[in-house]
């Protein structure tokens, strides 16, 4: 299949390179080819340039949001920052319609400290954008009526989504949300061919609000655990 990953970062980057590692034909998107190619520095999270990640991946190609988005088959999926998601995604919603649209995205306010601020290793936990009566997931899907949007992934390190097998034999659970059951259905295939057994489908998705305020929970494991610890989400029942 033709898999289109919007997103230069960390979890897009690990996605593209699992999709080609599965046999998929894979486009990586990004706001200017040019521009992301010329950067000679790591990004903030300390990846390499994107340029060294495609010389160490041939095959993959580095395309603009738009023309990546135009490329895919069908399934998209969507690592772009969380702050700029909506924005990025309805200059790009031709491209984008019938199309099956998994947003892993934060909807993380970065730099915003109120009254009681949750110091980390980071700086101040940020803030939600959006919560308790919307999520980014759903705001995608009214910016883009004619995409089918799954919100899944967000609830695990991105490492661990591509490779649940690494750790505990793979027992953990990966929730997903979204209105349109074929859509649901393709990314439940895509996460069984990444090594998922346990996806639990939460229904519609409203409740990807339930998904992205998990994530301050996971955070919070994060920092207990320490370092590069790796750690999973399981509903026991
Ligand atoms: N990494 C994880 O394990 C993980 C886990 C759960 C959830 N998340 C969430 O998933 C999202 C993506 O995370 P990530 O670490 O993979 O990548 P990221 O570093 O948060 O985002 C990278 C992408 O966002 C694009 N971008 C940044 N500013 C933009 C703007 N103003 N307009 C349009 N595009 C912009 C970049 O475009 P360029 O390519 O042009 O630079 C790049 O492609 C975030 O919301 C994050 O909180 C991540």
């Given at each position: 299949?033709?898999i289109?990953?919007?997103?230069?970062?960390?979890?897009g980057?690990?996605?593209?390179?699992?999709?080609?590692?599965?046999?998929?034909?894979?486009?990586?998107?990004?706001?200017?080819?040019?521009?992301?190619l010329?950067?000679?520095?790591?990004?903030?999270?300390?990846?390499?340039?994107m340029?060294?990640?495609?010389?160490?991946?041939?095959?993959?190609?580095?395309?603009?949001?738009?023309?990546?988005?135009?490329?895919a088959?069908?399934?998209?999926?969507?690592?772009?920052?969380?702050?700029?998601?909506?924005?990025?995604?309805?200059?790009?919603?031709?491209?984008?319609?019938?199309?099956?649209?998994v947003?892993?995205?934060?909807?993380?306010?970065?730099?915003?400290?109120?009254?009681?601020?949750?110091?980390?290793?980071?700086g101040?936990?940020?803030?939600?954008?959006?919560?308790?009566?919307?999520?980014?997931?759903?705001?995608?899907?009214?910016?883009?009526?004619?995409?089918?949007?799954?919100?899944?992934?967000?609830?695990?390190?991105?490492?661990?989504?591509?490779?649940?097998?690494?750790?505990?034999?793979?027992?953990?659970?990966?929730?997903?949300?979204?209105?349109?059951?074929?859509?649901?259905?393709?990314?439940?295939?895509?996460?069984?061919?990444?090594?998922?057994?346990?996806?639990?489908?939460?229904?519609?998705?409203?409740?990807?609000?339930?998904?992205?305020?998990?994530?301050?929970?996971?955070?919070?494991?994060?920092?207990?655990?320490?370092?590069?610890?790796?750690?999973?989400?399981?509903?026991?029942?």
């Open positions: 299949m033709k289109t990953v919007l997103g230069t970062g960390e979890g980057r690990l996605h593209a390179a699992k999709l080609s590692e599965l046999g998929h034909e894979v486009v990586v998107g990004t706001r200017d080819p040019a521009t992301t010329a950067r000679t520095e790591p990004d903030m999270m300390g990846n390499p340039p340029s060294e990640w495609l010389a160490a991946h041939p095959g993959i190609a580095l395309l603009s949001f738009g023309a990546a988005a135009a490329a088959d069908r399934l998209v999926i969507s690592g772009i920052d969380g702050a700029s998601a909506v924005n990025a995604l309805s200059g790009i919603k031709e491209q984008l319609t019938g199309k099956v649209l947003d892993y995205g934060i909807p993380f306010n970065y730099g915003v400290s109120g009254p009681h601020p949750w110091p980390t290793p980071w101040s936990m940020p803030t939600f954008a959006v919560l308790d009566s919307d999520s980014l997931g759903e705001q995608i899907q009214r910016a883009l009526p004619n995409t089918h949007v799954v919100k899944a992934f967000c609830t695990q390190e991105q490492a661990t989504v591509v490779s649940p097998g690494d750790f505990n034999g793979g027992d953990h659970t990966m929730p997903i949300s979204g209105n349109d059951p074929e859509a649901k259905a393709a990314v439940v295939d895509l996460l069984k061919s990444y090594g998922w057994t346990d996806i639990l489908d939460l229904g519609p998705l409203v409740s990807a609000r339930g998904q992205e305020m998990y994530s301050h929970l996971h955070s919070a494991i994060g920092f207990a655990l320490g370092g590069d610890r790796r750690f999973g989400l399981k509903v026991v029942r």
